[in-house]
DNA sequence: TTGTACGCGTTATCAC
DNA sequence: GTGATAACGCGTACAA
């Protein structure tokens, strides 16, 4: 049981100053700084007392948005596994009114044990990488656990629960091929994006197998949302039409159905579609998403499982990367796929 | 200033016996427990101190789930403006793994300064109303601040911002009745939970206004969500057929458009729908979803405000009753509704 | 069931 | 910028 007292002594520091570092206090310098995190860091993690570093039973979940049904869905499942490991959750929408960032700081004075980012601000398109890169090795410094959930970051030392965004575009890509589609456009989300990136090396690697040119005029890029999906979708249209279409979300997939519609064509007759995700509304839409599902649940029960390792005082400490784990995407039949009009 | 040290005194208890108090700790005699929590009502709520009275900034927000899209869209609305008021929001999903009493006894620990409810406990058909009513009266006497949206709980002494759902079913009857039908079904949410039985109300006056019987026959209670939306219209389409339906929730309108659909029909040509909520993928389903809107972002503003002049120590307290509001609610005519087949 | 004593982290103050 | 110190408020162990 070690508590600041024990911290100040070993860095040869007073327990204000080691204060004064956990509170991420401005006036300090960074080698004391430093000096402080390399001993908090040595320290076994079971080292709690009783004060601000003791149990509390609380984690994170940090989501990017609630306006895309995935996130909710994901927050839910988290929380449900969480409960069942004996952890309450709070939930903060990170890119609405207060950043990733301000919310870390806020758990942790709140006395968060451990936080679970879903898509994180590594992940974002419009973000600095680099900088953010750096504010999660800040964190890791300083002997916050976390694990991401679809992170994109291998790069960093923080367990990533995934699933195989390019066999989900080859997957997607494959079953139109199978109905006979040769013209198979892609709706992608910012060019930058990570997860679309994925998603198009998979849709070019079935068309290249199958003899067929994954041409740069059938991708279309756009931002995420059901506008987005409508503006690449009406951006196709006015090239050399496509027959099919594979949309990064489902929610873009609403989008661009949508689009196509307005433009006369019915789907699937005209033009099939593919979403990506399964939210709980796809199989409710006319027509109902042919999609591809993320196993929630599962990747889910991964991160949480991971996060609790970490904070289990028995279990001895791990390296992150090493703990990452990929899920595969399932296709899932509905309506809005069919053959190509003859 | 007024710590523990001061209510103690005042009650003439240690302050161990107000920290277990306040911590809703067992093994506290009920009527030493009622006498400090009398004193603590009669202090000014501008008594915090240092400890874990103090000032946060950090407010709660309490949902009750967050698969039907209405209320991660309340949690944006809400978190947004909270933001603006200067305080971060911690979100809760109320009916998932933790019951609403164990979030609220967690946030208060976690230092939360007050919490909004959106469809609070008291709302849910399923709960124990006396049982409920009772546990926000003992939150209220333990001094936490809330407020409801959407909480139907006008006897409790708790401010609430609701939309008018009596105007909600009158407007759509109305509505449908302008285009020319006669035959209206309603599809209910349980028969207990209150929301559906205000539209139940405003879509029986419209009829009778009308000249229009609003038969028994023409009401179908089910489960929320799409599922209960099917079952719901499966019911309906099984007795002598309507022209057109009403739906409790956007959601249970696309799970009814699919079970008519299943049944090959088509809508808005051989049945109209009417939905209600307007969440945002009701534009982007096919056909457009016709709806009645909530004013979110006005009701999450008035719930913030009145939350805020709650917690600011310089304005005196305040009678909740008296700052309820209602809200008008907005038809959104899209392409689900059209004239009844000749 | 309740009060006392102690431990904890935080904050303020002042010295350097 | 940092350290030493003291006061403070809350939570808990323990004793009554």
């Given at each position: 049981m070690a508590g600041l007292a024990d911290i100040a002594k070993a860095a040869g520091v007073s327990v204000s100053t080691v204060s004064r570092v956990l509170n991420r206090r401005a006036g300090i310098k960074e080698?004391?700084?430093?000096?402080?995190?390399?001993?908090?860091?040595?320290?076994?993690?079971?080292?709690?007392?009783?004060?601000?570093?003791?149990?509390?039973?609380?984690?994170?979940?940090?989501?990017?948005?609630?306006?895309?049904?995935?996130?909710?869905?994901?927050?839910?499942?988290?929380?449900?596994?969480?409960?069942?490991?004996?952890?309450?959750?709070?939930?903060?929408?990170?890119?609405?009114?207060?950043?990733?960032?301000?919310?870390?700081?806020?758990?942790?004075?709140?006395?968060?044990?451990g936080m679970i980012f879903v898509s994180p601000e590594i992940a974002n398109p419009d973000s600095d990488e680099r900088r953010s890169r750096r504010e999660y090795e800040e964190l890791l410094?300083?002997?916050?656990?976390?694990?991401?959930?679809?992170?994109?970051?291998?790069?960093?030392?923080?367990?990533?629960?995934?699933?195989?965004?390019?066999l989900a575009g080859y997957t997607a890509a494959r079953h139109l091929l199978d109905l006979g589609h040769r013209r198979i456009g892609f709706v992608s989300g910012p060019a930058r994006a990570l997860p679309s990136r994925?998603?198009?090396?998979?849709?070019?690697?079935?068309?290249?197998?199958?003899?067929?040119?994954?041409?740069?005029?059938?991708?279309?890029?756009?931002?995420?949302?059901?506008e987005g999906g409508a503006a690449a979708m009406a951006e196709l249209l006015d090239g050399p039409r496509p027959t099919a279409v594979l949309c990064s979300s489902d929610v873009m997939a609403l989008g661009a159905m949508r689009e196509a519609k307005r433009r006369g064509l019915s789907t699937p007759e005209d033009l099939s579609v593919v979403g990506f995700d399964d939210i709980g509304l796809a199989a409710y839409c006319q027509p109902a998403l042919t999609t591809l599902a993320q196993p929630i649940a599962d990747m889910a029960a991964a991160a949480v499982d991971e996060l609790a390792r970490r904070l289990d005082p028995d279990e001895p400490p791990r390296r992150a990367t090493s703990f990452s784990r990929m899920f595969r995407p399932t296709l899932i039949?509905?309506?809005?796929?069919?053959a190509p009009p003859s």
């Open positions: 080698d004391t700084r430093q000096r402080v995190l390399d001993v908090l860091n040595q320290l076994p993690h079971t080292a709690r007392g009783l004060g601000a570093l003791r149990r509390t039973g609380v984690v994170g979940l940090l989501v990017p948005e609630l306006s895309n049904p995935v996130f909710p869905a994901f927050a839910e499942a988290l929380e449900s596994r969480a409960a069942q490991a004996g952890y309450a959750s709070l939930l903060c929408n990170t890119r609405a009114a207060m950043s990733e960032k301000d919310y870390v700081q806020m758990l942790t004075a709140r006395g968060v044990e410094g300083e002997g916050v656990r976390m694990v991401f959930v679809n992170g994109c970051a291998p790069s960093l030392d923080v367990p990533d629960i995934t699933v195989d965004e390019h994925l998603k198009q090396a998979g849709w070019s690697a079935a068309l290249d197998e199958a003899g067929v040119e994954p041409a740069a005029e059938l991708v279309a890029h756009a931002a995420f949302g059901a039949v509905r309506e809005s796929t069919a």
